[in-house]
């Protein structure tokens, strides 16, 4: 069984930052992609990044590529993925989801996804 808990949203002014952290449980999860995904309301689910254990590790949304970093911790049948946000934007308003992909190469479509989270609320104030 696999299980994702997102924590750390809240709410932020206009060029502030929040760390979202995602933690995966499961017996085989150590190989898996992690990525977040976001959604606004009336919007439909958007990638925002993503990182796999083996090189090329991370690729991002162009919307937030220099802002956000992704990272990640491997233990034993726990995995830590954590998405540091820097200068937030009204537009990055969303709930933030993290979902795991148990392939090993990058997906940007949410569809390919086995599990997610129930989700974190961001709001940046202007």
């Known amino acids: 069984q696999v299980q994702l808990v997102e924590s750390g949203g809240g709410l932020v002014q206009s060029g502030g930052s929040l760390r979202l952290s995602c933690a995966v449980t499961?017996?085989?999860?150590?190989?898996?992609?992690i990525g977040w995904f976001r959604q606004a309301p009336g919007k439909e689910r958007e990638f925002v990044a993503a990182?796999?254990?083996?090189?090329?590790?991370?690729?991002?949304a162009d919307t937030v590529k220099g802002r956000f970093t992704i990272s990640r911790n491997n233990a034993k049948n726990t995995v830590t993925v954590d998405l540091q946000m820097n200068s937030l934007k009204p537009e990055d308003t969303a709930v933030y989801y993290c979902?795991?992909?148990?392939?090993?190469?990058?997906?940007?479509?949410?569809?390919?996804?086995?599990?997610w989270g129930q989700g974190t609320q961001v709001t940046v104030s202007s």
């Open positions: 990182i796999r254990r083996l090189a090329p590790m991370t690729q991002y």
């Open positions: 499961g017996r085989t999860v150590n190989n898996y992609v």
């Open positions: 979902a795991a992909d148990d392939e090993h190469l990058i997906q940007t479509t949410s569809t390919e996804y086995d599990y």
